[in-house]
């Protein structure tokens, strides 16, 4: 065990964990942010990914430990103070169904759009082919990223 200190979504969190522990866990069953969901395990589907120093990245196969010193961000932290661009178009397009995907896919489409606020067709399809939605909203999601990226995203 030992003691880390995380910065999430802008907050100081001190955490006594294995080291080892991936972050998944630390923010669900430690800290209480259970909208990053679990679902592979071993950082395929992409349901688990955060934001860490803006970056994508799937916090299921990610330790605890490699996160100190960075900035994490949540989908709960995203739009903290108000909706940010992406979840706006995820909303006004009706993007998910079953929606258990959704927090890992906002969080990919708004680091895209923190890189490249004005992405190509292809661009998107290459970004957000990285993660996986059961009911196949692959089109949606596209629409939502571009309806996103007019405003420039964030």
Same mark, same amino acid.
């Given at each position: ?12 969190? =001190? ?11 630390? #923010? ?10 679990? =679902? ?18 799937? =916090? ?17 932290? #995203? ?27 906002? #969080? ?47």
């Amino acid at each position: 065990m030992a003691h880390l200190s995380l910065r999430i979504n802008g907050k100081q969190h =001190s955490l006594t964990i294995d080291p080892q522990t991936p972050l998944l866990w630390a #923010l669900r069953d430690h800290l209480g942010l259970t909208g990053t969901k679990f =679902s592979c395990g071993i950082g395929e589907c992409g349901v688990c990914t955060v934001l860490i120093d803006g970056e994508p990245v799937r =916090s299921c196969s990610h330790p605890v430990a490699d996160a100190v010193g960075s900035q994490i961000t949540t989908i709960e932290g #995203l739009g903290a103070d108000e909706l940010h661009p992406v979840q706006k178009a995820w909303r006004d397009l009706e993007v998910p169904q079953c929606g258990y995907c959704q927090p890992g896919q906002i #969080l990919t489409a708004a680091s895209l759009l923190q890189r490249n606020p004005h992405p190509s067709d292809a661009e998107i399809t290459a970004e957000m082919s990285t993660g996986l939605c059961r009911c196949g909203t692959y089109q949606r999601i596209k629409q939502a990223v571009k309806k996103a990226s007019e405003g420039g995203g964030r």
